[in-house]
Structures are given as C-alpha cells and as structure tokens.
C-alpha cells in the first residue's frame, strides 16, 4: 500500500555524537565537498544505487522516493574534545589536507558541544569537554535542550541523531531496560551502572521527535524500554554497528557457503587497527561489546541447528588488536576452514587492507537520510529494513535478526517499493 510521505522541505539538522570523532569528520567532509562538487558521494546507496520498478525502468533510489538533498543537511554535534570538525580532522589523519581544505571554513564553523561522558564507560578516553550533570536525568534534560537550541539556532525543519562515537563496556539487559518506566525511574535514581551515556543520548533524542541512529555495538536503543518509547512518540530507531569492513565480508561469504550447501568447521577473524576507536578496544570490557555484536553473524547466517552436519560444530573466533601506527588503516585477516564433497577440506584465506571510515562514512549518510524518510513516511518503532548498513541488527524478542547482504537488501528495495505503492517486477516474465 502506497504510504503518505511528507517532502523533504527545510533544513535537516543532523547532530552527531562524536562530531570530531574519525567516521564523522569523514561522513561531514565527503558530505560538504560533495555539495560543491569537489568530491563525489561513492558508497552511498542514497546518492549511486538504482532499483528496478514494477515495469522493468531502472531508477536511482533517490529519484523513486523523497530524500533530503545534500544541501540542505546541516550538522552539529556533541564531543568530549573541544575542537572544531577542522581541526578534528586534521588530528584523525584520514583525509588528505587538500580535500579538508576545499570546505575549510565550513568544517571550521562546526563546534562541538559539551559532551553527555561518563569514563566509566570508556575507560581508555579522558574527555574534557563534558557536561556536569547531578544526574542521568539531568544528563537526558541538558541533551533535550541542546537538541531544542540547535534547532532553532540553525532553522532546521527535522533532526536526526547519529551516534558515531566510541564503543561502550560490556553489559547485559536488565530489569531496567524491559519497560519505559523502568528506564526513566533509573535515570532519575541516577544508576550509572545500567544506564549508559548512550542512552541518556537515545532518549534525549526520541523525546524530541528525532530518528535515532545507533552507529556503536552498544546496549543502548536496542532494549524494550526504547521500542516503547519510539512507539510512543511515533520515532524510527535503527542500529546497531555500522556493517563497513570484515563483518560485511562475512554476510556476503557465509550466504555462498549456504546456498552451495559447504561445511564450515572454523573461522578465525583478527584485525589490527590504531584510530581511537582501536585504543578503545584495547579495554577487554568494550572489545566484549564488538565481540559480541561480530560473533552473531555467522550462526545467524548458518542455522547449525537446522543443517548439523554442515554448521553443527563451527569454531569462530574473533581478534582486534589495537596498533597505533596503521592508524585507520585497518587490515582484517581471514582464515575460513571448509568442507566439501565427501567432507575434503579446503581453505580461504582473506587479506583485507579497508580504510574504516571511509567505509563507515557512507554508511552513516545512508542511515541518516533513510531514517529522515522512515520520520516522513510516519514509519516508528525499530527499522528492521535498515538492517543491511548494521553488523548486528536490532529485532524485537519474537523475530531473528537476518544477516545475508543480500536479503537485507531485497529488504530495502521491498520497504522503498511499498512506499511508493509499487510491486517487486516479474524477472520471469
């Protein structure tokens, strides 16, 4: 059925937890050099990719539904550094001098707000730009007000939420999480033990009418409280990881084995990589946090209960090491065991030399820009369909995330076509 979206008229206000952070200040550069035709968008679906309508036409996704333009997307944010998006730049080393400088002033008027931090939560970070909240309730009412000022202060029609910012510790889902009321008594109890930064951030912004956008593996938007929340206030949540490097490899591979029926009896995954994020991960209590986001995609893809012979006892181990002169140069190393005809073994091997944020950054645009539509198109709740851009996507207790590429992304072009009343085309007529 053919859905009513509003148009994207006015000024998208896209306000990013750790504005200066390295996928940010990537996502924002390519972003403004694209608008003055300086650089171009590549790996945005929103911007490159097409779909094929019910008659066959073949048509950039951004002609078939409303997307903001670009040009009309302005940026903000929340860090626990000071400096401006320019400078930020400059210390993540991803981009080249020559590129930032092309949007120079433009990066130069992006400033951080004071940050929502708690160090407890990210223990290899020493913020100093950070508010002083008595708080996590307090925390949630400063965010609340920045949200409010920055979007008067900037004319924006809408906001989007993007949290881009450092990996939390480890925690499992509480009593605290499993209902709205829960999470609000705990805010105002201030139990810093079960509610995270993150979360202050994600209610914050669901209170104010803005599509969240879950960037890190986290506890955090992804608990009952907040899908009753986002119901409540008609709000699109979506998360949880960006799906840019190894983990992308992996929902493409797993599917092949799969549907050529091949055994898999390991897989041995390690990274080394020295941008911030990579010293975070240094701390064994936020690597639990990655590990567990990468581990759920191969059993997911795999099923082992439903084809034991295949998948019944696959060993998958994860490493990331953090190492300061690659920077965000990442490499990923890959050693997959598999069987075949008769059960003979063979063996891939997969050598991955990836610039994290330059994958990362047009994952992020993406997300940001379908979840303004989703807002449009009066979808809330969480957005399954956002699940081909996240390493572990979010799912209520009565569904299973799915994980191949490639059925995330029919999903898209399924939830596009619905949008706009049209039908899958007949590839057998």
């Not at 951030?201 to 409280?225: H, K, R, T, W």
């Not at 979840?371 to 956002?386: E, H, K, P, V, Y």
């Amino acid at each position: 059925m053919k859905q009513e979206i509003k148009p994207a008229t006015g000024r998208l206000g896209v306000l990013v937890v750790g504005v200066g952070g390295a996928v940010s200040t990537t996502m924002i550069t390519g972003t403004l050099a694209s608008c003055k035709g300086l650089a171009k968008p590549i790996g945005a679906i929103t911007q490159f990719a097409t779909m094929r309508m019910e008659n066959n036409d073949e048509k950039l996704i951004k002609d078939v539904v409303p997307l903001t333009d670009l040009e009309n997307i302005v940026f903000g944010g929340w860090d626990i550094f000071p400096e401006n998006a320019y400078e930020a730049s400059l210390y993540a080393e991803v981009l080249k001098e020559k590129d930032l400088n092309g949007v120079k002033e433009e990066l130069e008027a992006i400033k951080p707000m004071p940050a929502a931090f708690d160090h407890n939560w990210a223990k290899r970070l020493n913020g100093t730009h950070v508010k002083n909240a008595a708080t996590r309730w307090d925390m949630v009412e400063q965010l609340r007000q920045d949200i409010r000022d920055f979007k008067a202060a900037n004319n924006c029609d809408r906001i989007v939420m993007l949290w881009a910012a450092s990996t939390e510790i480890y925690i499992p889902m509480s009593e605290e999480h499993m209902s709205l009321e829960a999470l609000e008594k705990a805010m105002k109890a201030n139990n810093t033990e079960v509610i995270s930064p993150s979360m202050c951030y994600a209610y914050a912004s669901i209170a104010e009418g803005a599509p969240f956008v879950m960037g890190a593996p986290n506890l955090c938007v992804d608990i009952p409280a907040m899908w009753e929340f986002s119901k409540q206030m008609n709000v699109p949540i979506s998360g949880k990881d960006f799906k840019s490097g190894q983990t992308l490899l992996k929902t493409v591979l797993a599917p092949m084995f799969k549907t050529r029926m091949l055994g898999v009896s390991g897989w041995f995954s390690t990274n080394i990589l020295g941008n911030r994020d990579g010293e975070v991960l240094d701390d064994p209590a936020n690597f639990k946090t990655k590990e567990v986001s990468k581990l759920s995609v191969i059993d997911t893809i795999l099923e082992p209960k439903k084809f034991p012979d295949l998948y019944g006892d696959v060993y998958h181990k994860v490493r990331i090491n953090y190492y300061p002169p690659r920077k965000d140069n990442k490499e990923a190393w890959d050693n997959i065991d598999i069987f075949g005809w008769m059960g003979y073994p063979m063996e891939i091997k997969v050598n991955f030399l990836c610039r994290d944020s330059i994958l990362a950054a047009p994952i992020a645009l993406d997300l940001v820009l379908f979840s303004d539509l989703a807002m449009r198109a009066g979808m809330s709740g969480i957005q399954t369909w956002l699940s081909f851009f996240c390493k572990s996507p979010m799912h209520d207790g009565e569904h299973e995330s799915e994980h191949d590429l490639f059925t995330q992304w029919r999903m898209v072009k399924q939830t596009l076509r619905n949008m706009v009343g049209e039908k899958e085309p007949d590839y057998l007529a």
